[in-house]
């Protein structure tokens, strides 16, 4: 599903680094292509001259030759002028050269005879007045070539043009004048200082300058250039890396080009979406395309480049300010003289900015990460050391890391530059000072610590702690993940052989004891009371040296299993598996390490991994007792805070279980925890796999909640798609699949996420993009929800049987894993595929099963689904009206269109109740299969199935692109040119678009479009020029 950018480039680079334009419709300049067309189609008297302006990529080219075809198709004759690589002198010679080249397509023999003679000019003795002479003779060629045949000119990249040449230029038109010779002129902004690029532009009767492209512009880029939808995440990470540069088109297909080759595009449901992390997207390391598109005074030299690349590095990683490189000490390393030295001609160019506290930064991203993927032979790492050091030496470690916080990013850049002690010791006083103004940059800072610290250092397991107390704090579950590496380093090994925290092992106790004993040996003038009174002092020395040690090691122990805890619980919100002990399953990641005692916290949670949708279940064997989990005697007592105790784990785990399964778990409670709200409420999060939502109604006021982590999308996905957006839930789920393939990320995968992307493909008829996902999800996943969407495609691709009996298959499974919540909309499903295929016994004893299940598992949604069966197989309209009233009252939309169709084939109210099925279903989008079930009802019943208009009424861009043209008085001929496609293409798109907007005529759209009443009707984007009354 990867997808390629490179060969849908609609643009190229020709030599001499000119966009050639390749002949595809272009996109968010229609505006000025009319304008550039309007001048070149007033030849005679209101003959114009148009200066077109835009920066290196805004589409100059592509706008010009647009205009110049549709000139052409108008009956225009457009000449091209070249000279700026003539082989005459520049000035007035190259200019006759460039003429007399246009020329020769007129077949003008009087006027090229003419200009052939200016051409011969130069030979003769010149000065000034000679130049002069050759321009006068120049205008009046092509005054009388024009009025023989009349034509228009363009010429493309005045900035190239020599000086001398473009003076010349600008004089011609200034003074000499050609009469009914319209000229449009295309290049960069010009200065003053330019000298005759900038005569150009006072000699333009008129300057049209091409502004950024508007985001929605920029997307329709993107999906030209790609060739199918993108995700609007894809749109706003590129236009954010592009910062100021986000509206120019060949910096926007810079961006995606430089992804071809990396992977950084994914197709899922359609929609190409992003899976490199925002901070990589970068411009094309092309150095020539590079320079051309940012340095707009010039390509720099190669130690100037060089010496970017290295401001890019070291300002990846740490804020580097102005007074960091103030301070330096003069004859500091060359290497940080050379970035100091580099700062200004960046600034000077607009590349770097520096904001009002003096920190330096790139004001296009994309182009610092494409500048640090080229080569330099800086090393900027001592530029950080040094910068941490001009601090250290004078304040001291501890002091200047807590007073300039900012250090920790310069200790982390720095590497092996700086030695661990001082590290170490700048971190955690920037960590600690950090952690409540910037705590991002303080889990960074305790994350860097980390690394740098021994697994047997004392002051690890506090580091750990505070690490994992600010990421839960702020539901930084990335964060706190990160820390199971460092965990599970810090783990003692077995007893027998475990050191002491100070590095020495429990025979040190028993020395201890001897201490005083050997202080005297040997000396004879004492007695032996004075020996044993030393010895009493020594052994009572060495026993309260033990007990200071095992407080110390209690508290270690209390504070490694609250950190367990933490990484279990941002281990699950990231859909990852919590590493257990032997009973479970192990994260990928994580090795035993012989030490299992000390991850028996994590056991509750990674019970929670079957019922969610994580993992596979995982149960501890028959007669084997749970290991009690130990919690921090610091003030985290269990139940009080953000972490959930382990009966509250239990209570979790038991919401998709049965009835006495859940009762039991709720008596191990406080009575106010035993409500019907919250019961429900876990029932329908377990039923829809939604971790997020389960621990929010279980834990209340005390989560934290669930950040930016998968459980907190997957929330959004199911909140979505119980509300019927389903577009919003399907962006949700492209999203959790494209950030678990995101390199640089620990997230994992939500598999019913995957499953309810699936069957939302699957009820709009899109079977392809619902086998897509369902191949995705492991056969080891036995959650219902997973049953549910894989029974729905084999259905609708023809396997009836078969979807049946995999059905059947799928919730024995679930059974047998005790996941019980869900079974009900399984059986319904088959319930109601049984009544479309006339098997009324499977009918009944589906139903009996869904009795059964109700008794066992008494949830409201069982007891829903028990009333809509019942309404199907006996008929009840009492209960499936009740049944309908509890799903709108819980907020069910596809399940609400269920019940509508029950009560259509039940004959309640059925044509109501049909037309409101129609409408929801479609603003559900829901296809084929559903319109055709509702269109067999309407049949059976002698209904009319009401005709709807669809659900997304207004004009598209096109549509108004489309519609403009018409009203400006163009012909379908000329449309078609205008917008690069056929005649018939034409015809048929304007046909629908007769059907949308009820016009019988061109005339009658070209005229609601003039006064307005399209917009009146809402039928108009918002935003469009031209459509306020």
Same mark, same amino acid.
């Given at each position: 599903?990867?997808?390629?950018?490179?060969?849908?480039?609609?643009?190229?680079?020709?030599?001499?680094?000119?966009?050639?334009?390749?002949?595809?419709?272009?996109?968010?300049?229609?505006?000025?292509?009319?304008?550039?067309?309007?001048?070149?189609?007033?030849?005679?008297?209101?003959?114009?001259?148009?200066?077109?302006? @835009?920066?290196?990529?805004?589409?100059?080219?592509?706008?010009?030759?647009?205009?110049?075809? $549709?000139?052409?198709?108008?009956?225009?004759?457009?000449?091209?002028?070249?000279?700026?690589?003539?082989?005459?002198?520049?000035?007035?010679?190259?200019?006759?050269?460039?003429?007399?080249?246009?020329?020769? /397509?007129?077949?003008?023999?009087?006027?090229?005879?003419?200009?052939?003679?200016?051409?011969?000019?130069?030979?003769?003795?010149?000065?000034?007045?000679?130049?002069?002479?050759? &321009?006068?003779?120049?205008?009046?060629?092509?005054?009388?070539?024009?009025?023989?045949?009349?034509?228009?000119?363009?010429?493309?990249?005045?900035?190239?043009?020599?000086?001398?040449?473009?003076?010349?230029?600008?004089?011609?038109?200034?003074?000499?004048?050609?009469?009914?010779?319209?000229?449009?002129?295309?290049?960069?902004?010009?200065?003053?200082?330019?000298?005759?690029?900038?005569?150009?532009?006072?000699?333009?009767?008129?300057?049209?300058?091409?502004?950024? *492209?508007?985001?929605?512009?920029?997307?329709?880029?993107?999906?030209?250039?790609?060739?199918?939808?993108?995700?609007?995440?894809?749109?706003?990470?590129?236009?954010?890396?592009?910062?100021?540069?986000?509206?120019?088109?060949?910096?926007?297909?810079?961006?995606?080009?430089?992804?071809?080759?990396?992977?950084?595009?994914?197709? *899922?449901?359609?929609?190409?979406?992003?899976?490199?992390?925002?901070?990589?997207?970068?411009?094309?390391?092309?150095?020539?395309? +590079?320079?051309?598109?940012?340095?707009?005074?010039?390509?720099?030299?190669?130690?100037?480049?060089?010496?970017?690349?290295?401001?890019?590095?070291?300002?990846?990683?740490?804020?580097?300010?102005?007074?960091?490189?103030?301070?330096? /000490?003069?004859?500091?390393?060359?290497?940080?003289?050379?970035?100091?030295?580099?700062?200004?001609?960046?600034?000077?160019?607009?590349?770097?900015?520096?904001?009002?506290?003096?920190?330096?930064?790139?004001?296009?991203?994309?182009?610092?990460?494409?500048?640090?993927?080229?080569?330099?032979?800086?090393?900027?790492?001592?530029?950080?050391? &040094?910068?941490?050091?001009?601090?250290?030496?004078?304040?001291?470690?501890?002091?200047?890391?807590?007073?300039?916080?900012?250090?920790?990013?310069?200790?982390?850049?720095?590497?092996?530059?700086?030695?661990?002690? *001082?590290?170490?010791?700048?971190?955690?006083?920037?960590?600690?000072?950090?952690?409540?103004?910037?705590?991002?940059?303080?889990?960074?800072?305790?994350?860097?610590?980390?690394?740098?610290?021994?697994?047997?250092?004392?002051?690890?397991?506090?580091?750990?702690?505070?690490?994992?107390?600010?990421?839960?704090?702020?539901?930084?579950?990335?964060?706190?993940?990160?820390?199971?590496?460092?965990?599970?380093?810090?783990?003692?090994?077995?007893?027998?052989?475990?050191?002491?925290?100070?590095?020495?092992?429990?025979?040190?106790?028993?020395?201890?004891?001897?201490?005083?004993?050997?202080?005297?040996?040997?000396?004879?003038?004492?007695?032996?009371?004075?020996?044993?009174?030393?010895?009493?002092? @020594?052994?009572?020395?060495?026993?309260?040296?033990?007990?200071?040690?095992?407080?110390?090691?209690?508290?270690?122990?209390?504070?490694?299993?609250?950190?367990?805890?933490?990484?279990?619980?941002?281990?699950?919100?990231?859909?990852?598996?919590?590493?257990? @002990?032997?009973?479970?399953?192990?994260?990928?990641?994580?090795?035993?390490?012989?030490?299992?005692?000390?991850?028996?916290?994590?056991?509750?949670?990674?019970?929670?991994?079957?019922?969610?949708?994580?993992?596979?279940?995982?149960?501890?064997?028959?007669?084997?007792?749970?290991?009690?989990?130990?919690?921090?005697?610091?003030?985290?007592?269990?139940?009080?805070?953000?972490?959930?105790?382990?009966?509250?784990?239990?209570?979790?785990?038991?919401?998709?279980?049965?009835?006495?399964?859940?009762?039991?778990?709720?008596?191990?409670?406080?009575?106010?925890?035993?409500?019907?709200?919250?019961?429900?409420?876990?029932?329908?999060?377990?039923?829809?796999?939604?971790?997020?939502?389960?621990?929010?109604?279980?834990?209340?006021?005390?989560?934290?909640?669930?950040?930016?982590?998968?459980?907190?999308?997957?929330?959004?996905?199911?909140?979505?798609?119980?509300?019927?957006?389903?577009?919003?839930?399907?962006?949700?789920?492209?999203?959790?699949?494209?950030?678990?393939?995101?390199?640089?990320?620990?997230?994992?995968?939500?598999?019913?996420?995957?499953?309810?992307?699936?069957?939302?493909?699957?009820?709009?008829?899109?079977?392809?993009?619902?086998?897509?996902? *369902?191949?995705?999800?492991?056969?080891?996943?036995?959650?219902?929800?997973?049953?549910?969407?894989?029974?729905?495609?084999?259905?609708?691709?023809?396997?009836?049987?078969?979807?049946?009996?995999?059905?059947?298959?799928?919730?024995?499974?679930?059974?047998?894993?005790?996941?019980?919540?869900?079974?009900?909309?399984?059986?319904?499903?088959?319930?109601?595929?049984?009544?479309?295929?006339?098997?009324?016994?499977?009918?009944?004893?589906?139903?009996?099963?869904?009795?059964?299940?109700?008794?066992?598992?008494?949830?409201?949604?069982?007891?829903?689904?028990?009333?809509?069966?019942?309404?199907?197989?006996?008929?009840?309209?009492?209960?499936?009206?009740?049944?309908?009233?509890?799903?709108?009252?819980?907020?069910?939309?596809?399940?609400?269109?269920?019940?509508?169709?029950? &009560?259509?084939?039940?004959?309640?109210?059925?044509?109501?109740?049909?037309?409101? $099925?129609?409408?929801?279903?479609?603003?559900?989008?829901?296809?084929?299969?559903?319109?055709?079930?509702?269109?067999?009802?309407?049949?059976?019943?002698?209904?009319?199935?009401?005709?709807?208009?669809?659900?997304?009424?207004? +004009?598209?861009?096109?549509?108004?692109?489309?519609?403009?043209?018409?009203?400006?008085?163009?012909?379908?001929?000329?449309?078609?040119?205008?917008?690069?496609?056929?005649? /018939?293409?034409?015809?048929?798109?304007?046909?629908?678009?007769?059907?949308?907007?009820?016009?019988?005529?061109?005339?009658?759209?070209?005229?609601?479009?003039?006064?307005?009443?399209?917009?009146?009707?809402?039928?108009?984007?918002?935003?469009?020029?031209?459509?306020?009354?």
């Amino acid at each position: 599903m990867a997808v390629s950018a490179g060969r849908f480039r609609p643009a190229s680079t020709g030599s001499g680094g000119v966009d050639v334009y390749d002949g595809g419709p272009v996109i968010g300049r229609d505006g000025e292509i009319r304008e550039v067309t309007r001048v070149l189609l007033s030849t005679g008297d209101p003959a114009r001259v148009l200066l077109l302006v @835009g920066a290196a990529g805004t589409g100059k080219t592509a706008v010009l030759e647009h205009a110049r075809r $549709a000139a052409v198709e108008e009956g225009a004759r457009v000449l091209r002028l070249r000279c700026h690589d003539s082989g005459s002198t520049p000035g007035a010679a190259a200019l006759a050269d460039g003429v007399h080249s246009a020329l020769t /397509k007129v077949h003008n023999r009087r006027s090229t005879a003419r200009i052939s003679g200016t051409r011969r000019t130069p030979r003769q003795p010149s000065g000034r007045y000679g130049e002069l002479s050759q &321009l006068a003779v120049l205008g009046e060629a092509l005054t009388d070539a024009a009025r023989d045949t009349p034509f228009a000119l363009v010429i493309d990249d005045v900035e190239r043009l020599p000086p001398a040449t473009a003076s010349a230029l600008g004089l011609l038109l200034r003074v000499f004048r050609p009469a009914g010779v319209p000229m449009v002129m295309a290049g960069r902004p010009v200065h003053p200082q330019d000298g005759g690029a900038s005569r150009l532009a006072a000699a333009a009767d008129r300057l049209l300058e091409l502004p950024p *492209l508007r985001p929605a512009d920029a997307e329709a880029l993107m999906e030209r250039v790609l060739g199918r939808p993108v995700e609007p995440a894809l749109v706003t990470a590129v236009l954010r890396a592009l910062g100021p540069m986000a509206g120019t088109p060949e910096a926007v297909l810079s961006v995606l080009d430089s992804m071809e080759g990396r992977g950084g595009l994914l197709e *899922l449901g359609g929609h190409v979406c992003l899976t490199e992390p925002e901070q990589a997207l970068r411009l094309t390391t092309d150095v020539a395309r +590079l320079t051309r598109l940012c340095w707009p005074g010039g390509p720099p030299d190669a130690a100037d480049l060089d010496a970017a690349a290295a401001v890019a590095r070291a300002l990846e990683h740490a804020e580097t300010r102005f007074d960091d490189l103030h301070r330096l /000490k003069p004859g500091g390393p060359r290497r940080a003289g050379l970035v100091d030295r580099a700062l200004t001609p960046l600034v000077g160019d607009g590349i770097l900015t520096v904001d009002e506290d003096g920190r330096a930064s790139f004001a296009v991203p994309a182009l610092a990460a494409a500048l640090r993927a080229l080569p330099t032979h800086h090393d900027v790492s001592s530029l950080h050391a &040094l910068i941490t050091r001009s601090l250290s030496d004078r304040l001291g470690a501890e002091t200047a890391g807590g007073g300039h916080p900012r250090l920790a990013d310069h200790v982390s850049a720095a590497g092996a530059e700086l030695d661990d002690a *001082l590290a170490v010791d700048v971190l955690l006083a920037a960590a600690r000072t950090d952690a409540r103004s910037d705590w991002p940059r303080s889990v960074r800072a305790y994350f860097s610590a980390l690394g740098r610290l021994a697994s047997y250092d004392r002051r690890t397991p506090g580091v750990l702690y505070e690490s994992a107390e600010l990421s839960l704090r702020h539901a930084d579950h990335p964060g706190a993940l990160a820390l199971g590496a460092p965990l599970l380093a810090c783990l003692p090994p077995p007893p027998t052989e475990r050191p002491t925290g100070d590095g020495r092992d429990s025979r040190d106790g028993r020395e201890a004891e001897n201490e005083g004993e050997a202080e005297n040996e040997g000396d004879g003038r004492h007695g032996n009371r004075a020996t044993d009174l030393n010895r009493d002092r @020594g052994r009572g020395r060495g026993r309260d040296r033990d007990r200071g040690r095992g407080r110390d090691a209690d508290q270690d122990r209390d504070r490694l299993a609250y950190v367990t805890e933490v990484w279990a619980l941002a281990a699950l919100h990231e859909h990852r598996l919590p590493y257990t @002990g032997g009973s479970g399953a192990q994260d990928t990641d994580v090795q035993d390490t012989g030490a299992p005692e000390h991850l028996a916290a994590a056991e509750g949670f990674a019970a929670l991994a079957g019922p969610y949708g994580i993992g596979r279940v995982v149960r501890p064997p028959a007669g084997e007792a749970r290991p009690a989990a130990r919690h921090p005697a610091a003030g985290h007592r269990p139940g009080s805070g953000p972490l959930p105790s382990p009966a509250e784990l239990r209570l979790l785990a038991a919401a998709s279980g049965g009835r006495a399964e859940l009762l039991e778990a709720l008596g191990a409670l406080p009575p106010e925890a035993n409500a019907a709200h919250t019961v429900d409420r876990l029932r329908h999060a377990a039923t829809h796999a939604d971790l997020a939502d389960a621990l929010a109604a279980v834990l209340g006021d005390r989560y934290s909640g669930a950040g930016d982590s998968t459980a907190a999308l997957h929330h959004a996905l199911v909140r979505s798609y119980l509300e019927g957006d389903w577009d919003r839930a399907l962006a949700a789920a492209r999203r959790i699949e494209a950030r678990s393939r995101t390199r640089g990320t620990e997230a994992g995968t939500a598999q019913c996420a995957r499953a309810l992307a699936a069957e939302i493909h699957c009820a709009r008829g899109e079977l392809g993009h619902a086998r897509t996902w *369902l191949e995705l999800i492991p056969d080891s996943v036995t959650h219902p929800l997973v049953a549910w969407a894989r029974m729905s495609l084999r259905y609708w691709s023809g396997q009836a049987a078969q979807a049946l009996e995999g059905a059947r298959e799928d919730v024995r499974r679930a059974r047998r894993d005790g996941l019980l919540s869900g079974i009900e909309k399984v059986l319904l499903r088959y319930l109601s595929y049984a009544l479309l295929e006339g098997m009324p016994q499977a009918m009944r004893r589906t139903l009996g099963e869904l009795e059964a299940l109700h008794e066992e598992v008494g949830s409201a949604m069982t007891y829903e689904t028990v009333l809509l069966g019942r309404g199907l197989v006996h008929g009840e309209t009492d209960g499936a009206r009740a049944a309908l009233r509890s799903v709108e009252g819980r907020g069910d939309a596809y399940l609400g269109l269920l019940c509508r169709l029950i &009560l259509v084939e039940i004959g309640d109210d059925s044509d109501r109740r049909l037309a409101e $099925a129609s409408y929801l279903a479609q603003s559900l989008g829901i296809g084929r299969a559903t319109r055709t079930t509702l269109g067999h009802m309407a049949r059976r019943r002698s209904l009319v199935l009401p005709r709807l208009r669809p659900a997304r009424d207004r +004009l598209s861009e096109a549509d108004v692109r489309l519609t403009v043209l018409v009203s400006d008085g163009a012909t379908n001929r000329q449309i078609a040119a205008r917008l690069a496609s056929s005649e /018939k293409t034409v015809e048929r798109r304007l046909t629908q678009l007769f059907q949308r907007t009820g016009c019988r005529s061109r005339a009658e759209l070209a005229a609601a479009w003039l006064d307005g009443s399209l917009a009146d009707r809402g039928l108009v984007p918002d935003g469009v020029p031209g459509t306020t009354r």
